[in-house]
């Protein structure tokens, strides 16, 4: 079994040789762009370590330099691509995201009069995702990336490219629900997030689009457990309709993670809900046995596949949801 650092040194021995043989190649300037942009490509597919990334922005930058001043639109291409390559960089700096962001303003002029209307669209949700990420970061402004999507939207349409459809609106929820400004702003945002949620899954159907379907589901159960309205009984009843469609899709065999992210959701949601809807004042014992259920199975997949992080949350919540089990066992009439 390799070692995380034979890896890495493999995969950054893999980019030199590309690079040499490409240099050594009897082909023409464009075709060693093409080939250099093919390989980055392929080392970013999947990636397992960081120097897989590192390796694709490396081929990219001197896909740049090996491209000829007379090729603008296969240029901003690559910049186009090698911003991807810079977004997915694990680390907590800004410097690759402004990178991306300043290569994907570069590639624009070029990609706008030259391109396809599918890549200006995928360039504006790329753009939507760096400045999402950004604006989390406190370096950059969410409603910027409200209009990237928005803008991606008027190409990505719902008949014509139902997966760019459902993952932009999954995107602008997740934007819409990531501004905070208090109040009645909030409650809008809420809002306009579980409404774009319900949008996407207008574009996708579990047989066609089981991955994206199953992902909108989840993120609206999420969605609807966290709006603030006066309906929290019906919105959780929803949330947990939502939470089994995504687990038709997610199951422990095929996507165990997800599996995982999915039961623990429903787990939260079940956490708050009374066994009888119609007596909300009836107490939730069994719902709560449930939820145990479902956290204990969700911090065993956690555990198996090395998540500390989730592992250390399932497990504080699971110690708190025993100390309810424990109170709750103590009231007969709750139990009863």
């Known amino acids: 079994m390799l070692t995380p650092q034979i890896t890495e040194d493999r995969y950054k021995t893999d980019v030199e040789v590309a690079l040499a043989t490409v240099e050594s190649s009897s082909a023409s300037a464009v075709e060693k762009t093409e080939m250099l942009v093919e390989i980055a490509m392929g080392l970013q597919k999947n990636p397992r370590v960081a120097a897989q990334l590192e390796g694709a922005v490396t081929l990219y930058r001197k896909a740049l330099e090996t491209c000829p001043s007379s090729e603008p639109l296969l240029r901003a291409r690559t910049l186009a691509r090698m911003a991807t390559a810079l977004r997915a960089l694990p680390g907590d700096s800004t410097a690759p995201l402004q990178q991306a962001l300043e290569g994907l303003d570069d590639a624009a002029p070029a990609l706008q009069a030259l391109g396809l209307p599918e890549e200006v669209a995928e360039m504006e949700m790329n753009r939507g995702l760096i400045v999402q990420s950004l604006a989390a970061m406190g370096s950059g402004r969410i409603q910027d990336a409200i209009t990237a999507y928005q803008r991606a939207l008027r190409v990505f349409d719902r008949d014509?490219?139902?997966?760019?459809?459902?993952?932009?609106?999954?995107?602008?929820?997740?934007?819409?629900?990531?501004?905070?400004?208090?109040?009645?702003?909030?409650?809008?945002?809420?809002?306009l997030a579980v409404t774009s949620f319900e949008e996407?899954?207008?574009?996708?159907?579990?047989?066609?689009?089981?991955?994206?379907?199953?992902?909108?589901?989840?993120?609206?159960?999420?969605?609807?457990?966290?709006?603030?309205?006066?309906?929290?009984?019906?919105n959780r009843l929803r949330a947990l309709d939502a939470y089994d469609e995504a687990l038709r899709v997610r199951t422990?065999?095929?996507?165990?993670?997800?599996?995982?992210?999915?039961?623990?959701?429903?787990?939260?949601?079940?956490?708050?809900?009374?066994?009888?809807?119609?007596?909300?004042?009836?107490?939730?014992?069994?719902?709560?046995?449930?939820?145990?259920?479902?956290?204990?199975?969700?911090?065993?997949?956690?555990?198996?596949?090395?998540?500390?992080?989730?592992?250390?949350?399932?497990?504080?919540?699971?110690?708190?949801?025993?100390?309810?089990?424990?109170?709750?066992?103590?009231?007969?009439?709750?139990?009863?």
Request: charged share 20%; with cysteine; proline share 5%.
């Open 200 to 234: 996407g899954l207008r574009g996708v159907n579990l047989v066609d689009h089981p991955v994206e379907y199953a992902m909108l589901q989840n993120n609206l159960g999420n969605a609807l457990q966290s709006v603030a309205t006066s309906h929290a009984l019906e």
């Open 252 to 336: 422990r065999t095929d996507m165990p993670l997800e599996y995982a992210n999915t039961i623990a959701n429903k787990a939260t949601c079940l956490w708050g809900l009374p066994d009888d809807p119609e007596r909300p004042d009836g107490g939730h014992f069994a719902n709560l046995h449930q939820a145990q259920r479902l956290l204990a199975e969700a911090l065993e997949i956690f555990d198996e596949s090395d998540e500390a992080m989730k592992s250390a949350s399932v497990r504080e919540a699971l110690a708190q949801l025993g100390e309810e089990l424990a109170e709750a066992r103590s009231n007969p009439r709750v139990t009863s």
């Open 160 to 191: 014509r490219f139902p997966k760019e459809f459902a993952i932009l609106h999954n995107n602008l929820a997740t934007a819409f629900l990531s501004v905070s400004v208090g109040g009645e702003g909030s409650k809008m945002s809420e809002a």
